[in-house]
Every structure is written in structure tokens, then in C-alpha cells.
């Protein structure tokens, strides 16, 4: 299993960016797909980007397509996600979670991710 740790959030200015790492202790890592989802308050947590044994390799979500970047270094058992042009809509709890079971058809899901970080804070003030 997974053991996840993500660090990196913090409160920037609308447009600015941050580096998110989620680091496993566990060295496993490099078997599983590894997603990035967020949950705003109120509202229900959401897919943002996955990376793994996909056709294409990655999946966005069209809300940070083009703005955010999901890499992995699986030497080193860290996924990350960098984030540009942030929006004060951005501002969530992140997690980053790691799955066997998620393919091309069902990465957007949580229930498909078996092991899920803490979260970080990130605030992107206006």
C-alpha cells in the first residue's frame, strides 16, 4: 500500500503559482496510478489530474487543463503537480491518492483510489 504524504500549499496571489509534492514512504509507488483531487468547502472532492499506464499518460480535468502539470519521479516515490495561473476558484484542500483499479474510462473517480494523502491547503487570494 501507499503511505502519501503531500506538502507545498500555502496562499498565493491570483496568477501566481505553486509546487505541490506528494511523497510515499512505502517505496511502491511506481506500481500504481497516482491522482491529484481537491475539495473546496462545501462542496464534493473533485478529480484534477491523473498519471499512470494510460493511453495518453495523463488526464486533466478541463478546469486545470493547460494550467496545471502532473509529473512523477517513481526513483524517488514523489508525484507532483505544478500549478500556474492560479484563480481564486483553486483554492482547496488537495490530495493526492494512488489506485490499481483506475484506466482510461474511470480515473476521474474517487472510489476508484484506495489510498488517499492528508491534503495540503492551497489559497489563491484575489
Known amino acids: 500500500q501507499v503511505h502519501a504524504v503531500e506538502s507545498g500549499g500555502g496562499l498565493v496571489q491570483a496568477g501566481g503559482s505553486l509546487r505541490l509534492s506528494c511523497a510515499d514512504s512505502t517505496r511502491t509507488f511506481s506500481s500504481y496510478i497516482m491522482g491529484w483531487f481537491r475539495q473546496a468547502p462545501g462542496k464534493e472532492r473533485e478529480f484534477g489530474s491523473a498519471i499512470g499506464w494510460f493511453a495518453g499518460g495523463t488526464h486533466y480535468a478541463d478546469a486545470v487543463k493547460g494550467r496545471f502539470t502532473i509529473s512523477r519521479d517513481d526513483a524517488e516515490n514523489t508525484l507532483y503537480l505544478k500549478m500556474n495561473s492560479l484563480k481564486p476558484e483553486d483554492t482547496a484542500v488537495y490530495y493526492c491518492?494512488?489506485?490499481?483499479?483506475?484506466?482510461?474510462?474511470?480515473?476521474?473517480?474517487?472510489?476508484?483510489?484506495?489510498?488517499w494523502g492528508q491534503g495540503t491547503q492551497v489559497t489563491v487570494s484575489s
Open positions: 491518492a494512488a489506485s490499481r483499479r483506475a484506466d482510461d474510462s474511470t480515473y476521474y473517480l474517487t472510489d476508484k483510489y484506495a489510498f
